[in-house]
């Protein structure tokens, strides 16, 4: 019947969603360091090299000095990064290092954020500038090529720093805190880099105070840049594909993203103004802001051996610090969980790296509907998930009512059906004729039952996204041995259940007249109780609240409202 083959067709679909974002996470191939063998056998990474001066900075062409007529050509990078002294700050959110080569931003720990529930105490790190897995901030200035009239140094990421304090902590009652590291040019130009850190916040003020003692004036401009490898396999959730990359912004383009891929293929030249660039993985992100009316250009690049990834802005126009003047320019970094309602208050389409795919425009109001139950009926996400699913249900009830209305009809039907197979045999076109007068004569739609399967779905997907990307269930516990709900079930309890509850579901549906059919609707509950293994337990929660709730339903309907 065409109800069972369009209900088989949607499960099978969903099941090919799942085996895809599997097979992503498992089998697409993924960059590796390169390593180097000794005779003895040892293995042994590449050392750090000291990069060329300038070597991986963008470069501005000859030109008029003035507003919008800077241009730049990135030049490809060829060494690793360097490795000098390291300041050191902590803050309430923040255990950080900073490195004097460059002043860039190469650790970050999120002390929020644990590793995991058996390590409490071991905050996750975001940011690190180890040789397998590289993710580090840097910035800095680029010059135009030398006029007699202006100054021919600036600092950049391979500068070194002199710093005054190798240690900052955030005392109690202190609401910010600011390391700083200096450069003096050989003209005399002095360049202070600093970072300013606020309690409770994940925005980072970066700024560069420039003051000119000579008697000719300074012109730069100024760049920002996100330089990551891929997340190691071995540190990646196994059949759960997210997307780990960049994505830029733009007010005309809005939300975009510039995959690894695309940075291999070919390198990123936009012209923005107000927007920002990023770096994002499941659960966290790193991203520039510039100031809200800077003109900047977007650019990407990528380095083999060992495969890089950069992704940046340079200022369109060209910043002057004249004669025996003195200025300051400052960006901001977001460094953090991606926490939609801080997101969006930081900056326009930020909160977009919270990543819900197409299905953005019916994830986001889940999403707020779920929060808004956690934080307002019961301070628990397990059970916010619950009450969630009995919303979806409800609200759905009318069409399912429908649903199980046409199927307990074509459950009626089926004996008759079946004499009508017998009668025709394997004449299929004069047998859909026939099912076809008798389902008009009984006034039933044999797709009845489809619509609302077809109608959920999209809400189905919606969910799945908003459970995926949720920060909120990184290790968020429900009861009993459920601990993480972003993590598997640990003794498969929930799985079990979400086979069981999907097998007895199927058993109150009529069975397909096709044998192959039958077979296959037969399989499909040990099917999915086996991905669900490996899935998040919000996720199986939800799905095995769904289904107990949809045999409760569908038993009400027709045993009491079509009866009656």
Not at 45 to 60: E, H, L, R
Not at 154 to 161: G, M, Q
Not at 295 to 303: D, G
Not at 496 to 506: K, P
Request: with cysteine; proline share 7%; hydrophobic share 40%.
């Amino acid at each position: 019947m065409e109800q069972q083959r369009l209900i088989l067709f949607i499960a099978l679909s969903l099941v090919l969603f799942l085996i895809w974002g599997a097979w992503q996470r498992e089998f697409s191939p993924h960059p590796v360091s390169p390593i180097s063998q000794t005779s003895s056998g040892k293995i042994i990474t590449s050392p750090p090299v000291s990069p060329v001066p300038g070597a991986d900075v963008p470069v501005a062409e000859t030109g008029s000095v003035g507003k919008g007529s800077s241009s730049f050509m990135p030049v490809s990078e060829t060494q690793l990064v360097k490795r000098g002294q390291r300041i050191k700050v902590e803050t309430d959110v923040f255990r950080i290092e900073i490195d004097t080569v460059g002043g860039d931003l190469r650790v970050v720990d999120l002390k929020k954020y644990p590793v995991s529930v058996d390590k409490p105490d071991h905050p996750f790190r975001l940011m690190k500038d180890g040789s397998e897995h590289l993710f580090i901030a840097q910035s800095g200035f680029t010059l135009r090529k030398s006029k007699p009239s202006m100054l021919s140094a600036a600092p950049n990421h391979t500068t070194n720093y002199q710093v005054v304090q190798t240690s900052y902590q955030l005392a109690d009652g202190q609401n910010k805190l600011t390391a700083v590291l200096s450069w003096t040019s050989p003209e005399g130009v002095v360049f202070i880099k600093s970072y300013t850190f606020t309690r409770g916040s994940y925005l980072i003020d970066v700024a560069y105070s420039i003051k000119n003692p000579t008697r000719k004036d300074w012109v730069g401009n100024l760049y920002q840049q996100l330089q990551r490898t891929p997340i190691p396999k071995s540190e990646q959730p196994r059949f759960i594909h997210t997307y780990t990359g960049g994505v830029e912004y733009s007010p005309q383009d809005k939300y975009d993203k510039i995959t690894f891929s695309d940075m291999e293929e070919g390198k990123l030249n936009k012209k923005v103004t107000g927007g920002w660039t990023a770096m994002i993985q499941h659960y966290f992100l790193a991203a520039w802001i510039p100031q809200a009316d800077e003109a900047e250009t977007f650019y990407s690049r990528y380095t083999p051996n060992p495969d890089r990834y950069t992704l940046g802005m340079k200022s369109d126009s060209s910043y002057r610090v004249k004669a025996g003047a003195e200025d300051r320019f400052t960006n901001r970094l977001f460094v953090g969980p991606k926490l939609p309602e801080i997101l969006a208050k930081t900056a326009p389409g930020l909160d977009l790296t919270v990543d819900y795919g197409v299905l953005t425009i019916l994830a986001n109001p889940i999403y707020h509907v779920l929060k808004f139950i956690h934080n307002n009926i019961i301070s628990n996400w397990g059970w916010a998930i619950i009450i969630l699913t009995m919303m979806i249900k409800l609200a759905f009830y009318k069409l399912s009512e429908k649903s199980y209305k046409s199927m307990a009809q074509m459950r009626k039907l089926t004996p008759r059906i079946k004499q009508l197979k017998e009668r025709y045999g394997d004449d299929k076109q004069k047998m859909g004729q026939a099912q076809m007068e008798l389902f008009r004569k009984e006034k039933i739609n044999p797709l009845g039952g489809c619509l609302p399967i077809v109608v959920q779905m999209p809400v189905f997907i919606s969910l799945y996204w908003v459970l995926l990307e949720s920060v909120e269930l990184r290790q968020a516990p429900w009861i009993l041995w459920i601990r993480d709900m972003s993590t598997a079930d640990p003794y498969y309890v929930l799985p079990l259940l979400m086979g069981i509850s999907m097998f007895i579901q199927q058993r109150l549906n009529p069975a397909p007249m096709d044998p192959i059919q039958a077979k296959l609707m037969m399989v499909l509950p040990f099917v999915f109780t086996v991905f669900f293994a490996f899935f998040p337990a919000g996720l199986v929660i939800y799905w095995v609240v769904n289904n107990t709730l949809s045999i409760l339903q569908q038993w009400y309907i027709t045993r009491v409202v079509i009866k009656a």
